[in-house]
């Protein structure tokens, strides 16, 4: 019932900014938690942006003063607006949700395909 789909994926320079998109349907209320993962292959998965359904954000230090998760409400699109994009960066990015937590834990119930992001150099 519950489906997210991202999209922004792209390839940029470093020092450049890209624009995730996280459209969320078949949730039966707004109080639900949303999140930003993202994952290079042999490391593990990194909560990148949380946001919980009251409005709290957090964020890994490593984005921290670069990416803004946001969303809009009206629409149920989760947003993460990436500055300052660095090499590091570069990883499949999933958005996440659950309809359980105030904060998406490691293992949100709901998960979206993914969107890949390219950072070079």
């Known amino acids: 019932q519950v489906q997210l789909v991202e999209s922004g994926g792209g390839s940029v320079q470093a020092g450049g900014s890209l624009r995730l998109s996280c459209a969320a349907s078949?949730?039966?209320?707004?109080?639900?938690?949303m999140a930003w993962f993202r994952q290079v292959p042999g490391k593990q998965r990194e909560g990148v942006a949380f946001?919980?359904?009251?409005?709290?954000?957090r964020y890994t230090d490593s984005v921290k003063g670069r990416f803004t998760i946001s969303k809009d409400n009206a629409k149920n699109i989760l947003y993460l607006q990436m500055n300052v994009l660095k090499p590091e960066d570069t990883a499949m990015y999933y958005c996440?949700?659950?309809?359980?937590?105030?904060?998406?834990?490691?293992?949100?119930?709901?998960w979206g395909q993914g969107t890949h992001v390219t950072v070079s150099s």
């Open positions: 078949g949730f039966t209320s707004n109080s639900y938690c």
């Open positions: 996440a949700a659950d309809d359980r937590l105030l904060w998406c834990a490691e293992t949100p119930r709901y």
């Open positions: 946001q919980t359904s009251y409005g709290s954000t």
